[in-house]
């Protein structure tokens, strides 16, 4: 069966289910950020006066996390939404720009001043099973961040009941190794680690990668129940849109290392304003016969970041592209309903 045709078994998650916090208060605000890496050397240097050119990542990125929500940053691969999320954990540098967590800027320290701040913030990794080690039992490996974070001393025994419980997932599984879990235990080994310290913010990498529509579910309903048990705050990175939409009450779609739209989940779905969400909500397969998916093919490969095109960086993959669109950039506008796009004709006003 289809992801599509599974997943509205799943009860959605509304803003007003989330964890009773003001609306206006941001746990991450992200500001104008940029992430460069170094690109090639040797001769392709010398026009860069012998230096190595860098390669903008992350461009001009601006982001609201609220507490107590979940946002989906939506895109196709290599759109840098990885990045974004590792970059806001610390473990990648930003180039130039802010990340606040709670009002604190995060760019400009170091690791050692960055590291108490982690028990406030949890990562689960794309790959269920490779993202854990294999010489580490899940017992082992759902009490390493207690261990890492904690002082000696605590019940492991207890703890790590705990977790499994909240999770879960059964205490036989305790002495077993990665290789011996399923994809959907192995997901349960890494939101019980993300959980061990009780942290404020979850960014959760393709949560659902790699597992059979049954266990996408599943996976899905612990990670809402967790949320409303624990007050958490998810920021779930994704190209898999009715995962997306089943979650997320807001959205945030990310094309070339730029956010270029971003507002409420079901008003994108419902109109997006930038055709380059309206080509991806278009191309969600549905499972109602009498209800045909009505394509809107995005002609054209991904442009690489090292060679960006010149005005919007869409136009070339555009069917609406008009002169401007080729010479000049967009700006960050805000439509009616309170969205923001990156677009000189936007779809909605």
């Known amino acids: 069966p289809s992801t599509a045709a599974a997943l509205p078994r799943l009860e959605r998650v509304s803003a007003d289910t989330k964890a009773n916090v003001s609306p206006a208060e941001s746990l991450i605000r992200v500001r104008d950020l940029r992430v460069s890496f170094p690109g090639r050397g040797g001769l392709a240097s010398f026009p860069h006066g012998g230096k190595r050119a860098k390669i903008d990542v992350l461009v001009d990125v601006n982001l609201d996390l609220r507490a107590g929500e979940t ?11 990885s990045t974004l999320g590792r970059c806001i954990l610390g473990l990648f540098p930003a180039s130039s720009g802010s990340i606040t967590f709670r009002g604190r800027e995060l760019t400009k320290l170091s690791e050692r001043e960055f590291r108490p ?3 406030n913030m949890a990562m689960m990794f794309q790959d269920p099973i490779g993202s854990l080690s294999p010489r580490q039992n899940v017992r082992s490996l759902i009490l390493e961040p207690l261990d890492v974070h904690r002082p000696k001393g605590f019940d492991r025994d207890a703890a790590a009941l705990r977790l499994a419980n909240a999770v879960s997932l059964p205490r036989e599984m305790l002495p077993r190794y990665p290789y011996q879990l399923s994809g959907g235990q192995a997901r349960r080994v890494g939101v019980a680690r993300a959980i061990a310290l009780a942290p404020d913010l979850i960014i959760a990498d393709e949560p659902t990668a790699g597992l059979d529509v049954s266990v996408q579910g599943d996976v899905l309903n612990l990670m809402r129940d967790l949320q409303m048990a624990q007050k958490l705050t998810y920021l779930i990175i994704s190209h898999n849109l009715p995962v997306v939409r089943h979650i997320s009450s807001r959205l ?30 278009n191309g969600i397969p549905r499972p109602d016969p009498e209800h ?15 060679f960006r095109p010149r005005g919007c960086e869409f136009h070339a993959r555009c069917r609406y592209a008009k002169e401007c669109c080729r010479e000049e950039p967009p700006h960050e506008t805000i439509v009616s309903d309170g969205r923001t796009v990156r677009c000189h004709f936007p779809l909605a006003d």
């Open 252 to 281: 945030a779609i990310m094309y070339l290392g730029r956010i270029v739209e971003q507002g409420d989940c079901e008003a994108i779905f419902r109109r997006p304003a930038h055709p380059y969400t309206e080509a991806l909500v």
């Open 117 to 119: 701040l982690r028990e």
């Open 71 to 81: 946002l989906g940053l939506v895109g196709e691969s290599g759109s840098g939404k």
């Open 292 to 306: 045909r998916r009505k394509l809107t093919s995005i002609e054209g490969e991904v442009p690489s970041v090292a």
